[in-house]
């Protein structure tokens, strides 16, 4: 069952730690991606009542807005909580960490359209991703920074807005789970 494993993963991006809030706030997402492969329409409409009631629990006592629309990789965690808010235009890769503070959504209502964020990711604390950006992978998003615009692989985007720097070497690990990785052997 892909919403067991789905979850077991994110229990392992967040360290294994139950109690982690951006773990709760991930096993309501998937969830609400899983409730949408439910065939009988009864099911999946009793499924999308308990899917609110768990993301309007988890959006209080977390702070961590994060609708099941946004499309999320895997081994992705959210570090810290608190007043995180991802759109459900957003797309967001594998083994990325957001942490407090962070938006990533719309430039404005008019253009519906969320950040596609690359592989490998860090996103400082209150920074804010807005629009049609494309961030590359392993990239380094600065604490409070607004980026605005699109951020070349292996850059580093801090400032408001966002300055591009490019970085001389990946100081970035990869996942120890991911294949090919130099932590895995």
Same mark, same amino acid.
């Given at each position: #069952? %892909?919403?067991?494993? /789905? ?39 009793? #499924?999308?009542?308990? =899917? ?7 959006? *209080? ?27 459900? =235009? ?7 960490? *957001? ?7 719309? %430039? ?40 605005? /615009? ?14 591009? *720097?490019?970085?001389?070497? /990946? ?9 090919? /990785?130099?932590?895995?052997?």
């Amino acid at each position: #069952m %892909k919403l067991i494993e /789905s979850i077991r993963e994110d229990l392992r991006a967040h360290r294994g730690d139950w109690f982690a809030q951006g773990f709760w706030a991930f096993a309501v997402h998937r969830f609400g991606e899983w409730r949408y492969q439910i065939r009988w329409s009864p099911l999946r409409k009793g #499924m999308s009542f308990v =899917y609110r009631v768990l993301y309007k629990m988890v959006q *209080i006592l977390t702070g961590i807005e994060f609708p099941c629309e946004a499309t999320v990789g895997r081994g992705t965690r959210i570090d810290h909580f608190g007043g995180i808010v991802i759109s459900g =235009y957003a797309v967001i890769g594998d083994y990325c960490v *957001i942490r407090q503070g962070v938006t990533i959504g719309l %430039k404005n209502e008019t253009e519906p359209c969320g950040p596609r964020i690359g592989n490998h990711v860090s996103i400082g604390a209150g920074a804010k991703i807005l629009g049609n950006v494309r961030i590359g992978d392993h990239v380094d998003i600065g604490a409070n920074a607004v980026v605005l /615009s699109d951020v070349p692989p292996h850059s580093v985007a801090v400032g408001i807005p966002a300055r591009i *720097i490019p970085r001389k070497t /990946s100081t970035i690990p990869t996942h120890p789970k991911e294949p090919n /990785s130099a932590l895995a052997r």
